[in-house]
């Protein structure tokens, strides 16, 4: 079974800081990687995904993840972050093809002073 | 059009207390999920339903767990003589397609049940 990890649980930027979430998983074969945001009050919501091709994905909101399979990684950033950015923010990993229960990371809670 | 829709939006029961909590999946999707989210963690599979068949259910922690979709629309998740440990925010998400093949299918996250089990 894969696990996933994110490393930072809270963290606190000051508006157009640069963003990086760690998130690292543990899965020997092909996977499908998930970045998810949920706003305050709001649902969770697919911000960026990975599934196969170029490693560097770009989402919405200028938001960008790193597939790096050697290090079982796919980091999040954002060059400068909003104050509208403040979110929890969930890596997931899937088991590749076939599978479709993902595994949800345990979240980063990230707050942006304007 | 409508997202994925979840009533109630909170449920507190006393100890002991039968739920349901429902779930509007987006008009035509194949696929019906249904996770668990406690405090401070992510969401946990649960089960996950294809047009009205229960497909997997080997997220549901005990045979309290009961979820239905009879018609292929609406689910419903019911948990039966509610524990302490049930207090958790459950998710329902739907998708347009049925999964295999490691096709892509996002699925849309409805808001969330809070269950406060006293």
């Known amino acids: 079974a894969q696990s996933v990890s994110q490393h930072n649980h809270h963290v606190i930027l000051s508006e157009a800081a640069s963003l990086e979430l760690g998130c690292n998983y543990s899965?020997?074969?092909?996977?499908?990687l998930f970045w998810y945001v949920q706003y305050p009050g709001q649902h969770l919501q697919l911000l960026l995904k990975?599934?196969?091709?170029?490693?560097l994905v770009k989402g919405i909101k200028g938001f960008e993840a790193e597939f790096i399979k050697s290090k079982f990684s796919f980091n999040l950033r954002k060059p400068s972050v909003q104050w509208s950015d403040t979110a929890e923010y969930f890596c997931a990993v899937k088991a590749g093809r076939g599978s479709y229960i993902p595994t949800f990371g345990r979240g980063t809670s990230l707050i942006v002073h304007p | 059009g409508a997202g994925v829709s979840q009533s109630p939006r909170y449920k507190v029961a006393k100890r002991g207390q039968d739920v349901a909590l429902r779930c509007d999946p987006i008009s035509g999707h194949v696929s019906l999920f249904w996770y668990q989210q406690a405090l401070g963690q992510g969401p946990e599979f649960l089960t996950y339903?294809?047009?009205?068949?229960?497909?997997?259910k080997s997220g549901l922690p005990s045979d309290r767990f009961f979820a239905e979709r009879p018609e292929g629309s609406v689910s419903t998740l019911k948990i039966q003589r509610t524990q302490q440990e049930d207090s958790a925010v459950y998710l329902c998400?739907?998708?347009?397609?049925?999964f295999g093949g490691g096709l892509y299918n996002e699925q849309f996250f409805g808001p969330g049940t809070r269950l406060t089990v006293l």
């Open positions: 998400a739907s998708s347009v397609k049925s």
């Open positions: 990975y599934f196969s091709g170029d490693p």
């Open positions: 339903f294809q047009n009205e068949a229960q497909l997997d």
């Open positions: 899965y020997g074969g092909t996977v499908n």
